[in-house]
């Protein structure tokens, strides 16, 4: 096997080019509904039932699950406010987390998954809250859009409510640098381009990410395609040569 060739002078200039990440705080948009629907990609609509606005009027009981719409693809970390209800909590408060991008992902079972990739990609979670009332933020960074909280145990003495909820996104692309288009371009291709710059933000951490869902790695080929739309809008090739860098600094042996 192939071993690889570790040279620290490049990888110190990749680590001086190390960027600063961008941080929004974003809120849920819609409390919602996964519907099982044949005309529907995938199989799963959404319906919407209220604004998310109104969740911390709702308490939460043993069993009761809210599904949220954040309005946007995100790529960042989740923190929760939670308070007890009914009498202090006299045991921990377990929640079932599940992050979805599309509609299926808070809609089908997990448990029935029999895929070829790791079950370990599907974004949920188990979390225990041992002190109410209190915040929580989750350690993993997920990729959403859709967030399905599961109410997995409380005890007979109470119950909860979630006072807040936001995700604090992440990103090195500055979406102010992008330039804009000019005018009188079809419709659809400006939703193309919204969407593409989008996807190619969310990938850009502090490397270019093959994708911030799965794999979460730096892999040439996707590397060149992404520095190639960033040189026409983020303009942040200080990140590419980061990149090239870490690519110098650990190739293989028999790499020319």
């Known amino acids: 096997m192939s071993e690889k060739v570790i040279n620290t002078a490049w990888l110190e200039k990749a680590q001086g080019l190390m960027p600063e990440l961008r941080q929004q705080k974003v809120y849920p948009e819609h409390i919602v509904s996964a519907i099982p629907d044949a005309s529907a990609f995938q199989g799963w609509r959404i319906e919407p039932l209220g604004l998310a606005e109104h969740l911390s009027d709702q ?4 069993g009761d699950i809210v599904t949220l719409d954040f309005g946007e693809h995100l790529v960042g970390y989740l923190t929760l406010s939670l ?3 009914r009498s202090n ?15 299926c992902e808070v809609g089908e079972n997990f448990a029935e998954y029999s895929g070829w990739l790791s079950r370990s990609w599907l974004q949920d979670e188990i979390v225990n ?9 989750l350690d993993r960074r997920y990729a959403f859009r859709y967030l399905k909280i599961e109410v997995v145990e409380t005890s007979i003495r109470y119950d909860i409510r979630i006072n807040n909820i936001y995700c604090m996104t992440v990103t090195s692309a500055d979406i102010g640098a992008v330039p804009q288009l000019p005018e009188g371009i079809d419709t659809e291709l400006l939703e193309i381009d919204r969407v593409s710059v989008k996807t190619l933000r969310d990938c850009m951490q502090t490397v270019f990410e093959d994708g911030p869902k799965r794999d979460r790695r730096l892999w040439i080929g996707d590397l060149r395609l992404q520095a190639l739309v960033n040189y026409e809008t983020f303009g942040c090739n200080d990140l590419v040569k980061r990149c090239l860098y870490l690519f110098a600094g650990t190739r293989l042996e028999e790499a020319k």
Do not use: Q, Y
């Open 59 to 62: 308490v939460l009981c043993k």
């Open 89 to 103: 909590a006299d045991a921990p408060l377990r929640l079932k987390l599940t992050f979805g991008e599309m509609p």
């Open 129 to 137: 809250v041992d002190v109410l009332p209190g915040a929580l933020t």
């Open 83 to 85: 308070l007890n209800e």
